[in-house]
């Protein structure tokens, strides 16, 4: 059964925007800690971007001033917007909620010249 939907990835020109949602039916996103991973080919996953329950975002330092988290009660998503997008932001973005341990399938992000 999913527990975790994911959406937003595609094919974006360097400096073109994205928004990536994380949405669970049968979670309260709002009272966990969700965060974005990231991991391109041959490369080791990152944390990108976390949102904790009282809503402290924390961000790795590559992102910071581009990326946003945000929270929808009604929807119960996580939404991460994604502006100003560098080739070296292309990767497979995966969401997680920390208290279940839960992982998103993914969607890719590529960023072109």
């Known amino acids: 059964q999913v527990q975790l939907v994911e959406s937003g990835g595609g094919l974006v020109q360097a400096g073109g925007s994205l928004r990536l949602s994380c949405e669970a039916p049968?979670?309260?996103?709002?009272?966990?800690?969700v965060a974005w991973y990231r991991q391109a080919p041959k490369n080791a996953r990152e944390m990108v971007a976390s949102?904790?329950?009282?809503?402290?975002?924390d961000y790795v330092d590559s992102v910071k001033g581009r990326f946003t988290l945000s929270r929808d009660k009604i929807k119960n998503a996580v939404y991460l917007q994604m502006n100003s997008l560098k080739l070296t932001d292309t990767g497979n973005y995966y969401c997680?909620?920390?208290?279940?341990?839960?992982w998103g399938r993914g969607t890719q992000v590529t960023v072109s010249a």
């Open positions: 049968a979670i309260n996103l709002r009272l966990n800690t």
């Open positions: 997680h909620v920390k208290e279940f341990d839960l």
């Open positions: 949102l904790t329950r009282s809503d402290f975002a």
